[in-house]
């Protein structure tokens, strides 16, 4: 079974600059995730997506950050203008939910680092 | 506010050694519990998880102990072995989010 799939993996850009992640789940999984890593502590959700719908974007700094996940498959994420402290390592996960079936073991991807400069 | 806090920032261990890992958690809805383990340039891989219905969980080297009165949990890695180096994560989440909140990290250094 293929892993959760991201890219890049690595990126360096200017603050006020823009990027974009792009995550891949396994076939199958209803549930995305991404999740901001500062160097240093645990992984800090920013989004949930069942399917193609926002469970929770409670955490997501939405003047600049934006995620959609159109037909419920990939995703991307987005941050426009990047500022220094957004420097990181983004991580998706996926987890299998169907119905009243509720499997809550994530898998994560290899992440993104990514370096403001 | 930090709803998971993870203790010891960072552990080195002999090798055949015991290492712990200890978390506590403040949210009572919390009930799920998942230890995650990280290797660098690698995203977290699911290593062991237990539900507060059960108060331990053993899996091969690794033991999750759960004590739901004190809102505490452990990691338990036995004969720790060089390849165990990593950084361990817990984590606590709610059946109905589904979402993990994590704490912030061990350091494991298992030293031949």
């Known amino acids: 079974e293929a892993g959760v799939a991201q890219s890049p993996r690595y990126k360096i850009i200017e603050k006020r600059q823009s990027v974009a992640f792009w995550c891949n789940p396994i076939s199958g999984h209803a549930t995305l995730y991404w999740y901001q890593q500062i160097l240093g502590q645990g992984p800090k959700l920013l989004i949930q997506f069942q399917n193609n719908g926002v469970v929770d974007d409670s955490q997501l700094p939405k003047d600049r950050f934006s995620a959609e996940r159109l037909k419920g498959v990939d995703s991307t994420l987005k941050i426009q203008p990047a500022k220094l402290e957004d420097s990181a390592v983004y991580l998706c996960a996926s987890s299998f939910r169907s119905g009243t079936v509720k499997v809550y073991e994530q898998y994560f991807g290899p992440g993104t680092r990514l370096t403001v400069t | 506010q930090q709803q998971v806090k993870q203790s010891p920032q960072s552990l080195i261990v002999q090798k055949g050694g015991i290492s712990i890992i200890n978390c506590a958690y403040e949210n009572t809805a919390f009930d799920y519990f998942p230890w995650y383990q990280q290797f660098p340039g690698k995203g977290p891989a699911l290593l062991i998880a237990i539900r507060p219905d059960v108060s331990e969980k053993k899996e091969g080297r690794f033991t999750i102990s759960f004590n739901k009165s004190a809102k505490q949990f452990s990691l338990h890695i036995m004969d720790s072995q060089p390849g165990d180096s990593a950084t361990y994560f817990c984590?606590?989440?709610?059946?109905?989010?589904?979402?993990?909140?994590f704490g912030d990290g061990t350091t494991l250094t298992v030293k031949p």
């Open positions: 984590a606590a989440s709610t059946t109905n989010a589904g979402k993990s909140t």
